[in-house]
T-cell receptor, first 110, second 120 residues
């Protein structure tokens, strides 16, 4: 079965502190993993996907197939990072519907 | 990036009536669109996959006679909630799937802003 697990509903960190949003998945096959972000009163938008291996807004995520994890990390949190973050997976190439985790609300405290 | 719009952004209707929600791709053509439902403080749940010119594929547990999906053109998909009841009150979000511009054989999904439906 396809499943995405985000164990933390809420994560509060101080500005400048490191951030790690956890994501674990189960999927039979080779999935593609994504992180989506939703800022207050805005639509869901793609933050990054594992095949791109990019760093967006200082965030990175490495796919660990052994641990079936795709944790999102940023070394120094900023106030503008406060948002709802969703981990999601799809079939390889992103051609199947996304399966979302329940989301983690990140709150960066000044 | 590609822009997806939804109309209306919010709607209030009486129990028993039907409501139509539109999802449009504004600057691109989308052969595939997805409809999601989001309850308060919960994640997005896929309802159905909408393919242009063919019948939608519904996820298990989603009543296709209640949630009618029509994808009549490459830029428009509609979701009609028929005989709405208070338990249908939710946030409905559509997304459109497009090939990546990177040149590789991958896809990206762009999301609409969502439609909040309240059934009284």
């Amino acid at each position: 079965a396809q499943r995405v697990t985000q164990p933390e509903k809420l994560l509060s960190v101080f500005k400048g502190a490191p951030v790690e949003l956890k994501c674990n998945y189960s999927y039979s096959g080779s999935p593609e993993l994504f992180w989506y972000v939703q800022y207050s009163r805005q639509r869901l938008q793609l933050l990054l996907r594992h095949i791109s291996r990019e760093s967006i807004k200082g965030f990175t995520a490495d796919l660990n197939k052994g641990e079936t994890s795709f944790h999102l990390k940023k070394p120094f949190a900023q106030e503008e990072d406060s948002a709802m973050y969703y981990c999601a997976l799809s079939g390889l190439s992103g051609n199947t519907p996304l399966v979302f985790g329940k989301g983690t609300r990140l709150s960066v405290i000044a | 990036g590609a822009v997806v719009s939804q109309h209306p952004s919010w709607v209030i209707c009486k129990s028993g009536t039907s409501v139509k929600i539109e999802c449009r791709s504004l600057d691109f053509q989308a052969t595939t669109m997805f409809w999601y439902r989001q309850f308060p403080k919960q994640s997005l749940m896929l309802m159905a996959t909408s393919n242009e010119g063919s019948k939608a594929t519904y996820e298990q547990g989603v009543e296709k006679d209640k949630f009618l999906i029509n994808h009549a053109s490459l830029t428009l998909s509609t979701l009609t909630v028929t005989s709405a009841h208070p338990e249908d009150s939710s946030f409905y979000i559509c997304s459109a799937r497009v090939p990546s511009t990177s040149g590789t054989l991958v896809y990206e999904q762009y999301f609409g802003p969502g439609t909040r439906l309240t059934v009284t």
